[in-house]
Nanobody
Framework: QVNLVESGGGSVQTGESLTISCKASGFTIGRYCMAWFRQVPGKEREGVAGIYIGEGYTYYADSVRGRFTISRDNAKSTLYLKMDSLKPDDTAVYYC??????????????????WGQGTQVTVSS
């Protein structure tokens, strides 16, 4: 059974850093496209960062480029999102997602069939 479990969320102050993790089970993450999304109440889920299979090209939303870094450790079956210079607007529930196919638009949630349960990140001013 395939499964994704996020962890590492919490409350931080503006300008601080936080790294969240997504532990995968039941599949080999190196063979999957993976991404981080976030959602706040009343808004659509937003693609934050994506990483492709193979050479592992990475992609970022304009709102986080230069501040967030997506990476994965295949040996640990874990996806990471390192978040620096956090802002209150980064407050959301963060989800990891995966799909075995080569997604065309990494930022679209319909491209991914495997989802975690989410972890809350709160940034206060």
């Amino acid at each position: 059974q395939v499964n994704l479990v996020e962890s590492g969320g919490g409350s931080v102050q503006t300008g601080e850093s936080l790294t969240i993790s997504c532990k995968a089970s039941g599949f080999t993450i190196g063979r999957y496209c993976m991404a981080w999304f976030r959602q706040v109440p009343g808004k659509e889920r937003e693609g934050v960062a994506g990483i492709y299979i193979g050479e592992g090209y990475t992609y970022y939303a304009d709102s986080v480029r230069g501040r967030f870094t997506i990476s994965r450790d295949n040996a640990k079956s874990t996806l990471y999102l390192k978040m620096d210079s956090l802002k209150p607007d980064d407050t959301a529930v963060y989800y990891c997602a995966a799909d075995q196919s080569t997604v065309r638009e990494w930022y679209e949630d319909y491209e991914y069939r495997i989802w975690g349960q989410g972890t809350q990140v709160t940034v206060s001013s």
